[in-house]
T-cell receptor, first 114, second 114 residues
Framework: AQSVTQLDSQVPVFEEAPVELRCNYS??????LFWYVQYPNQGLQLLLK??????LVKGINGFEAEFNKSQTSFHLRKPSVHISDTAEYFC????????????FGQGTELSVKP | DAGVIQSPRHEVTEMGQEVTLRCKPI?????LFWYRQTMMRGLELLIY????????DSGMPEDRFSAKMPNASFSTLKIQPSEPRDSAVYFC????????????FGSGTRLTVV
């Protein structure tokens, strides 16, 4: 069965520090990968996506993620976080043989402290 | 475009009552998804439609839940009768059925069943 695992449920970090949010997936077919952000009391917004090509993808708000096929990972990174990055982050996978269906991880709560 | 529009934003109802959640997808999007978000279970895909046709309803928890999409610009998720364990935030999302553009989410409906 296909699945998405976000390895950390909570990540506390100080402002201007770097951060990495980890995501691993399992699939027997090729995948498309996404990261979404959810601010309090809001819906999810697309941060970035990997479809093909360069394994390093850049998204909005200074975030980037790297697709590693051998490790089946798609970790999200930012070199210097701001207070405003405090939110919940979701990794999601779309299997190439399952139409439009996105499977989401459990989410990682990023808390940026001054 | 105003984005994906969900109504109501908040709903409080008594156990046993019928609840109807509404969604207007982005014009031109031909896939629509209903998700439920809880602390315990995270984001769960309930059902999705392509071109107004239900494609996968395997996530609908039980017969008390039903969803319809009578036309390309409107969908409903109905719970009858509602139970306290249905309390959650329900999200609607839309996308193009082909390609990999990711989803656009609505702001959600927070349902509380007392």
């Amino acid at each position: 069965a296909q699945s998405v695992t976000q390895l950390d449920s909570q990540v506390p970090v100080f402002e201007e520090a770097p951060v990495e949010l980890r995501c691993n997936y399992s699939s027997s077919v090729s995948v498309y990968l996404f990261w979404y952000v959810q601010y309090p009391n809001q819906g999810l917004q697309l941060l970035l996506k990997y479809l093909s090509g360069s394994t390093l993808v850049k998204g909005i708000n200074g975030f980037e993620a790297e697709f590693n096929k051998s490790q089946t990972s798609f970790h999200l990174r930012k070199p210097s976080v701001h207070i405003s990055d405090t939110a919940e982050y979701f990794c999601a996978v779309k299997m190439s043989n399952q139409g439009g269906k996105l499977i989401f991880g459990q989410g990682t709560e990023l808390s940026v402290k001054p | 475009d105003a984005g994906v529009i969900q109504s109501p934003r908040h709903e409080v109802t008594e156990m046993g009552q019928e609840v109807t959640l509404r969604c207007k997808p982005i014009s031109g999007h031909n896939s629509l998804f209903w998700y439920r978000q809880t602390m315990m279970r995270g984001l769960e895909l309930l059902i999705y439609f392509n071109n107004n046709v239900p494609i996968d309803d395997s996530g609908m928890p039980e017969d008390r839940f039903s969803a319809k999409m009578p036309n390309a610009s409107f969908s409903t998720l109905k719970i009858q009768p509602s139970e306290p364990r249905d309390s959650a935030v329900y999200f609607c999302a839309s996308s193009f059925a082909t390609g990999n553009y990711g989803y656009t989410f609505g702001s959600g409906t927070r349902l509380t069943v007392v």
